[in-house]
C-alpha cells in the first residue's frame, strides 16, 4: 500500500548520537555525540530516555519553532512496550501515539504523521526514535559483559535517537510512502539479521515501484536501513534474480554510519536510529547541495521476540519505504 502526499515537508530535523557514531565517518553531521554510553544516567534505559528527550529539544531549537505548537508526537524504539519513548514523552505533555516496527520505526513514523498533516488533522508533527546499542544487546541477545563471541554476519546496534518535524513547508518534500507487509525468510540466526531483513526490503521497494508506475532509475538514490554489508549483498542479488532489477545507485545505511576497517562493529550498523541518523544529517546535507533530488529510503525491521527465538521459531521482517525530493 502506497500513500502520495501533496503537501507534507520535513522542515526540521535533529540527530544525537553516542562514541560510536560520533568517531564513524559521519561524526560531523551530527548535532550532538555524546563520549560515552550512559550521558550521565544510572542505567541504558535511562541513557536512551535522555537520547529521545535531547534529540527533541535539539529539534525545537534547530527548527525555531515551540514545542507546545506540536500537535502530536509519533515515535518508538526497541526495547519492551517501548519504554523509553514512553518515559521520555511523559516530559513534553503531548498527545503522542507510540509505535513499533523494529527498525523500521523511522520510516514508517514519516508515513503515519505525513497521513495526518496530509488529511488535515494535524499540522505539525514530530516523529522520532531511538536504539541503545547496551539496552537493545541485554535485551534481545546478552549483556555485553559477558564477553560471548559474535560471528562476522552480528550487526551492532546503533547509539542514537533522531527527530522531524512535519508539516506544510520545509526544503525536503515526503512524496510518497509505501507500507510493507511481514515476511518470513524462515531464518532463525539472531546473528544475522542482514539475511532476515533483505527479503522484506526487496518486497517493499518493488511494491513501491510498481504502485508508482516507476522504474528504479527514477531515484538517485536507493537506501536500506541497516542490512549491513552481507544483507547488503543479499539484496542487490535477490532483486537481480527475481525482479531482474539492478541496484547501482544503492547503499545501506548500516554500512555508512561506521568504519568497519577501524571500529569492532562486525558487517556494520542496525538499531531504529541507524536510518534516520544517516538521513537525516548527510544525506539530506548532500540533498541540499543538490548530489541528490529524489531518494528512496526503505528501513527494515526484525521483528524478533526473545521469547518466539527461544521457542525456536523464525523471525519475520518487515520494511517501510519513503520517497524523500529536494525541493532546492
Known amino acids: 500500500m502506497t500513500f502520495k502526499f501533496n503537501n507534507v515537508y520535513i522542515y526540521s530535523t535533529s540527530t544525537v548520537t553516542g562514541p560510536y557514531e560520533g568517531n564513524g565517518p ?23 530516555e535522555c537520547l529521545i528527550k535531547e534529540s527533541v529539544n535539539i529539534l525545537a531549537k534547530k527548527g525555531d519553532f515551540n514545542l507546545e505548537d506540536v500537535d502530536v508526537f509519533i515515535g518508538g524504539d526497541l526495547l519492551n512496550q517501548i519504554a523509553p519513548s514512553n518515559y521520555a514523552m511523559s516530559n513534553f505533555d503531548k498527545s503522542f501515539i507510540g509505535i513499533y516496527a523494529a527498525c523500521a520505526t523511522s520510516t514508517l513514523g514519516l508515513i503515519l504523521g505525513g497521513s495526518l498533516i496530509e488529511s488535515g488533522f494535524v499540522k505539525k508533527a514530530v516523529t522520532f526514535t531511538s536504539s541503545h546499542n547496551m539496552s537493545a544487546e541485554k535485551q534481545y541477545r546478552y549483556p555485553t559483559e559477558y564477553g560471548g563471541p559474535k560471528p562476522k554476519t552480528t550487526t551492532f546496534t546503533s ?115 541507524c536510518a534516520p541518523l544517516v538521513t537525516y544529517s548527510y544525506i539530506f546535507d548532500e540533498m541540499r547541495k543538490g548530489k541528490y533530488k529524489k531518494v528512496l529510503l526503505a528501513a527494515t525491521g526484525a521483528l524478533m521476540s526473545p521469547t518466539m527465538v527461544n521457542h525456536k521459531l523464525s523471525i519475520p521482517a518487515i520494511c517501510h519505504a519513503v520517497s524523500l525530493e529536494a525541493m532546492i
Open 26 to 48: 559521519l561524526g560531523k553531521f551530527f548535532d550532538l555525540c555524546h563520549k560515552d554510553l550512559y550521558f550521565g544516567k544510572r542505567n541504558w534505559e535511562e541513557a536512551e
Open 159 to 273: 547509539t542514537g535517537a533522531a527527530s522531524c518535524l512535519l508539516m506544510s513547508s520545509g526544503d525536503i518534500k515526503l512524496e510518497s510512502g509505501t507500507i510493507g507487509v511481514a515476511t518470513d525468510s524462515m531464518i532463525k540466526d539472531v546473528f544475522n539479521m542482514g539475511a532476515v531483513m533483505a527479503k522484506a526490503a526487496a518486497d517493499t521497494i518493488v511494491k513501491h515501484l510498481k504502485d508508482t508506475g516507476r522504474n528504479i532509475d527514477y531515484y538517485d538514490l536507493v537506501l536500506t536501513g541497516d542490512l549491513g554489508i552481507y544483507g547488503k549483498k543479499i539484496l542487490k542479488e535477490y532483486m537481480f534474480t527475481e525482479y531482474g532489477i539492478k541496484l547501482k545507485k544503492y547503499n545501506d545505511t548500516g554500512v555508512m554510519l561506521y568504519d568497519r576497517k577501524e571500529q569492532p562493529v562486525y558487517a556494520g550498523a542496525s538499531g531504529p536510529a
